[in-house]
């Protein structure tokens, strides 16, 4: 069975609207990225990590997408939170999962409420929900959830190490909020 084409279409389709090189040069970036890929570090050693006096504290970073490391998926950083202080208080459109080092704390999440009707809608609870960890312990924080970290021990530092995701990034979301500073930033 044919099908019938308006010929409106087809010549349009045709229409001379300029050429480009888009192809071309997504080729080449691709052969460019794998010879880069190639020098990129597989194991960063811990003189390579730099430390950051940051809005959400003092972190030290792991992997981080400006460091030349073969990972492209992830970022970690090892969040320092001094006895009896927290963190700045923030919230991502990527999920975070922690694991803790040393010490004793806990986490508020103030979960994220949302709506799409005709606009995205997104409001959080005025009431955050407390979660303690310790030593040993994995923390999840969903995505979006705005979220603080306390070390409850006033004698010692606690350590966690933080993972995100940097995926959403090139699809548009980086949605990134420093919504508190840290004590003393």
Same mark, same amino acid.
């Given at each position: 069975m044919s099908r019938v084409v308006? /010929? +409106?279409e087809r010549e349009g389709s045709h229409a001379d609207t300029g050429y480009v090189n888009f192809y071309e040069e997504a080729l080449k970036a691709s052969e460019e990225f794998r010879s880069d890929y190639?020098? +990129?570090l597989n194991v960063v050693k811990s003189a390579q990590m730099p430390l950051e006096r940051s809005r959400h504290g003092l972190i030290k970073h792991i992997i981080n997408e400006r460091m030349n490391t073969k990972e492209c998926c992830l970022d970690m950083y090892m969040q320092f939170? /001094? /006895? !009896? =202080?927290?963190? !700045? =208080?923030?919230r991502h459109l990527s999920e975070e999962v922690m694991y803790v080092v040393e010490g004793t704390g806990y986490d508020l999440h103030w979960d994220v409420r949302f709506d799409c009707d005709h606009e995205m809608e997104f409001t959080w609870d005025a009431e955050p929900k407390k979660y303690e960890w310790s030593q040993g312990d994995f923390i999840y924080v969903p995505p979006y959830c705005a979220h603080k970290h306390f070390n409850s021990d006033p004698k010692n530092e606690a350590r966690i190490i933080v993972i995100n995701s940097r995926i959403l990034k090139p699809m548009g979301f980086d949605w990134y909020e420093q919504l508190e500073d840290a004590e003393g930033y």
């Open positions: 308006d /010929p +409106r190639f020098n +990129r939170l /001094p /006895p !009896g =202080k927290a963190s !700045g =208080k923030h």
